[in-house]
């Protein structure tokens, strides 16, 4: 078992700086995610510490040593690669047993004529199969040893991936979007086995995705990556509900998070749409900022809105989505163009609005994010610092 610590690893392709100095300590048999958009620079920094790539400056030490003079085979860790990189003229056995074959067996013992007159290689071989058999046990691989890949589904294969990653007892899993080529209900499924395999095995996990579900769903901490640095590092649960830059909030949950153009006002008051909320941040007056409300901080407003003592807007209800459990409502707010929102609902609740017809979605400045121009998140300033009472608006 052995933490990762990487210190200021930087990296560049020719020209292009794909990572610029990434600190960060993972603890020994954590889970760790780094996520984010398509190339910010996630498989980069991951092949850094596998020792598939060399970073340019900086350090990577497995377990307080420092591996960067050692080769990938070397290091104690094992990759599993959105391809899975099986190789297909080999039985599922032979996949799995092949870095055990590898590492334990001379060449010679490998070769196919000498090998039938080692007794010495029987007895290793006898230890490669347990091996390998506790492996495929464990991942429910064992009546599909004898296949090859192409006989297999691909969650099966994923699991021949995987397999051959634990056979070697690393103290380190590192994963590239394991489950990128799944689909969508074995994704599921997978997220659940991965996450136990985890707990079972108390190894070190970085993975990889740009799935913001998988992230949120595996993971001790997750790292925030865009454009070669890390902008948030913290628990799944931290940057859902105190994300640290408007890049963060937009990037963790789903749907969206509801982004609506704001300003302050007179003693840092953010007003919406010209209206005052008791809401107030630490931001010069005549500063424009960015209002983020999640979809499950809306709510319709029945009756007479005014009398329900929150904010609220006029919003007409475009689209009614059915994941099912829930719905996803769009809505185009009265009277700004292209401005939509979104927000949760039940189905019962959803069955009862017609698309079309205009709705009071009313919200909590309490569950509200502001971001400044730039785009960090502002705090709110301490409760009392805000002087508005509860003022209804219209969009
Ligand atoms: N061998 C290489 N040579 C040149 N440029 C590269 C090489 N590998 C990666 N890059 C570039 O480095 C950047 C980061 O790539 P990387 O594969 O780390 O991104 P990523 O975050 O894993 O993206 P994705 O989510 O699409 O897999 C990209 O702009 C990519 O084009
Ligand atoms: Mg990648």
Redesign the pocket.
């Known amino acids: 078992m052995a933490a990762v610590d990487l210190a200021s690893i930087a990296k560049s ?2 020209a ?1 700086k ?1 990572l610029g100095g990434v600190d960060l300590d993972i603890a020994d048999g954590e889970f760790l995610t780094l996520v ?1 958009p ?7 920094l991951i092949r850094i510490i596998a020792g598939l790539e060399s970073q340019d400056s900086g350090s990577v030490a497995i377990g307080g040593k420092r591996v960067d003079h050692l080769r990938a085979h070397e290091r104690r860790v094992a990759m599993v690669f959105q391809s899975y990189a099986l190789y297909p003229h080999m039985s599922v056995r032979n996949n799995i047993a092949l870095p055990l074959t590898m590492s334990r067996l001379s060449l010679w013992q490998r070769l196919p004529l000498l090998r039938l007159l080692s007794g010495q290689r029987r007895q290793v071989m006898r230890g490669i199969e347990a091996d390998v058999g506790a492996v495929a046990a464990q991942l429910q691989l064992e009546h599909l040893l004898d296949r090859k890949p192409a006989q297999l589904s691909g969650g099966q294969r994923q699991r021949v991936a995987l397999g051959r990653a634990m056979v070697r007892s690393p103290d380190v899993f590192l994963m590239d979007e394991p489950l990128s080529n799944l689909d969508a209900k074995l994704r599921v499924h997978m997220r659940t086995e991965l996450a136990e395999l985890h707990k079972r095995l108390g190894a070190t996990f970085i993975y ?1 995705t ?1 799935d913001q579900v998988e992230a949120m769903t595996m993971s001790d901490r997750v790292a925030m990556m865009d454009a070669g640095s890390i902008l948030q590092l913290g628990t799944p649960s931290q940057l859902y509900e105190k994300p640290a830059s408007l890049k963060v909030a937009q990037f963790i949950g789903s749907p969206a998070i509801n982004l609506l153009p704001a300003s302050v006002a007179n003693g840092g008051r953010i007003e919406l749409f010209g209206r005052p909320l008791a809401l107030a941040v630490a931001e010069g007056q005549g500063a424009s900022v960015t209002l983020g409300i999640r979809a499950e901080a809306l709510s319709l407003v029945p009756g007479e809105p005014g009398h329900a003592g929150r904010p609220w807007f006029s919003a007409r209800l475009r689209r009614k989505e059915n994941l099912g459990s829930e719905y996803i409502l769009h809505f185009d707010l009265a009277g700004r163009d292209a401005q939509g929102v979104t927000m949760r609902a039940s189905p019962a609740v959803a069955a009862s609005l017609s698309e079309a017809a205009e709705f009071a979605l009313g919200f909590d400045e309490a569950a509200c994010h502001v971001f400044n121009a730039a785009g960090d998140r502002l705090e709110p300033k301490a409760p009392g610092a805000a002087t508005a009472s509860v003022v209804p608006l219209r969009a």
């Open positions: 392709f020719g292009t794909v984010g398509s190339g910010c620079g996630k498989s980069t990889v740009h």
